[in-house]
DNA sequence: AATCCTTTGAAGGGA
DNA sequence: TCCCTTCAAAGGATT
């Protein structure tokens, strides 16, 4: 993920991380600027950092193919749709839990990091994207007072059953204090920053410690406190600014260029997550010294399994987990190798996913961690 | 409370 | 290169 650096503008105040309040006046500069003016592309119908040329390295779909109320952001005018790269899978295929930017009530999923625009919005220059709105607070004032399920979210955040409007998201954002404002585990986690030669070299001055500044390129102090938040944006806005450092004790924030794209939600937990598994709670708590648990990428089979799991305890009437995995490892056994492709390729993405976030992490970390199993099977004595 | 069982695939290490 | 070990999930069974 690329990230933009802002630029710190006179008229943008930045927000006092110690502050009591959120800083209104920040928001309400930011509301009034318009799109070609905003530091960042937080225009969600925008994707004015398009790096691609049209035509090279996008497949065509045409919108029929497509469910478009799932991804409300695109114009539904659109002639049609440039897609990236698209799985489609039928509803019956992929459990609804376990995906949540699937719309529940569409014909068919859509699965994979997706990057889809109508054409005519393919432009470079944001405040192009849509003629008919023309600045950004023209854009959010346009969404107020419209329900939830009629907001230009990310499908894994839409809920039929809430009832707040943007208004009401706006509101309750300005009543939080600075330093209380929620920042999504996904997007910390995704959020890489960028390599330090694209850091102006006066910038890179005092970084914040990890998940803001993981990778950068000045080793942060440990001892300093950082309570410093992120910047939220209501939802419907997927634009965050994270503090990343301080430049002449101004903090400096950046924000993750691509935040914006509806994406699959990645598995891979951040690097200070605790641990889910009874075991891992063990075997972590043992030594707190240790370097944070970093768990292995899921394998295609263990995405298959993630996945018919519940189906098959349905099924069999039956929670032993042995006794459902030795019925995953027949299915699987038995499933088309067309099917099993879809779970080799999303797990090949999620490996690539973490080789990204964890470049120096290796599966040997983990050897060791766990205590070393013995074998219940026991070899066939030999007659003699 | 802690660990085993059970599956497949990926990865690492040793021979 | 081949073989072996470990670990990802997960919940009942076992120690």
Redesign the pocket.
């Known amino acids: 993920m690329e990230t933009m650096w802002v630029e710190m503008d006179d008229d943008l105040t930045v927000p006092d991380p110690n502050g009591p309040d959120l800083p209104q006046d920040f928001l309400q500069v930011w509301l009034k600027e318009t799109v070609n003016q905003l530091p960042v592309p937080i225009y969600p119908w925008c994707n004015s950092n398009r790096m691609e040329p049209m035509g090279e390295t996008i497949q065509r779909e045409t919108k029929d193919q497509l469910n478009v109320l799932k991804w409300p952001q695109c114009n539904p005018n659109g002639p049609e749709f440039m897609v990236k790269t698209i799985k489609i899978e039928t509803k019956d295929q992929l459990p609804v839990p376990e995906q949540p930017q699937c719309n529940p009530n569409g014909p068919e999923f859509m699965v994979e990091t997706v990057k889809r625009e109508t054409k005519d919005q393919l432009t470079e220059n944001a405040e192009d994207c849509d003629p008919n709105i023309p600045n950004f607070l023209q854009a959010l004032e346009a969404l107020l007072g419209k329900t939830a399920d009629q907001l230009p979210l990310p499908a894994k955040e839409c809920d039929p059953n809430r009832e707040d409007t943007l208004q009401a998201v706006l509101e309750e954002l300005r009543r939080q204090p600075a330093n209380c404002l929620p920042v999504p585990q996904e997007l910390l986690c995704d959020f890489h920053p960028p390599p330090a030669s694209t850091v102006p070299e006066e910038q890179c001055i005092d970084l914040l410690p990890p998940p803001f500044s993981a990778q950068m390129c000045n080793q942060p102090d440990q001892e300093q406190n950082y309570n410093v938040s992120a910047v939220m944006f209501p939802h419907c806005v997927q634009g965050n600014l994270f503090p990343v450092g301080t430049v002449n004790g101004e903090v400096v924030y950046a924000f993750p260029q691509e935040s914006y794209i509806p994406a699959f939600v990645p ?1 891979v ?1 951040p690097p200070n997550n605790p ?9 972590t ?1 043992k030594n707190v010294n240790e370097k944070p ?10 995405l298959f ?2 996945e018919q ?2 189906k098959v ?1 349905a099924e069999l009437n ?9 019925e ?3 299915r ?2 038995h499933l088309p190798m067309q099917e ?1 492709n879809k779970y ?1 390729q999303e ?2 993405r999620l ?1 690539d996913l973490h ?1 990204q976030q964890y470049p120096e992490w ?16 026991i070899p066939t004595p030999v007659a003699i």
Do not use: H
């Not at 648990?293 to 263990?302: E, Q, S, V, W």
């Not at 039956?318 to 030795?326: G, K, L």
């Open positions: 598995t937990p641990p889910t598994s009874r075991r891992r709670k063990c075997s708590q648990y970093i768990k292995k990428p899921l394998n295609a089979f263990m399994r993630q799991r519940l305890v039956v929670r032993d987990s042995a006794i459902v995995n030795t995953l490892g027949k699987w056994a099993k080799f797990a090949d490996r080789e290796s599966t040997k970390e983990n050897y060791g961690r766990k205590r070393k199993r013995i074998r219940r099977k």
